[in-house]
Nanobody, 131 residues
Framework: QELLVESGGGAVQAGESLNLSCATTALTFSDYYRAWFRQAPGAEREGIACIETDGTTSYAASVKGRFTISQDNAKKTLYLQMNNLKPEDTAMYYC?????????????????????????WGQGTQVSVSA
């Protein structure tokens, strides 16, 4: 049983938008740091956005100003609104969650090792952006 399920990926042209969703039925979302990661072919998986238990958000420089992470705790759903998409945004996008108690500090909110060791992951949704 998957704890996190992403949806909303697709193929778009540069400049267009997509809104990814990540739903859970098992986790109490508000107790977790929730993040979006992405992995392009041949590249390492990277964290691009995070929302903390108090609602504080943070972004990687590559997406700041174009992507927005948000949540609906009542629906147990995490979102990633992606605007002005670029070909370099092409990747598999994953949502992940790690318990608040596991977070060692603000420097680790998008630390891949932390989420890999202690977090929960979805199966990913593909985003493809053509020029």
């Amino acid at each position: 049983q998957e704890l996190l399920v992403e949806s909303g990926g697709g193929a778009v042209q540069a400049g267009e938008s997509l809104n990814l969703s990540c739903a859970t039925t098992a986790l109490t979302f508000s107790d977790y740091y929730r993040a979006w990661f992405r992995q392009a072919p041949g590249a390492e998986r990277e964290g691009i956005a995070c929302i903390e238990t108090d609602g504080t958000t943070s972004y990687a420089a590559s997406v700041k100003g174009r992507f927005t992470i948000s949540q609906d705790n009542a629906k147990k759903t995490l979102y990633l609104q992606m605007n002005n998409l670029k070909p370099e945004d092409t990747a598999m996008y994953y949502c992940a969650a790690v318990e608040d108690a596991r977070m060692p500090g603000p420097w680790a909110t998008m630390d891949l090792g932390l989420y890999t060791s202690y977090g929960f992951w979805g199966q990913g949704t593909q985003v493809s952006v053509s020029a």
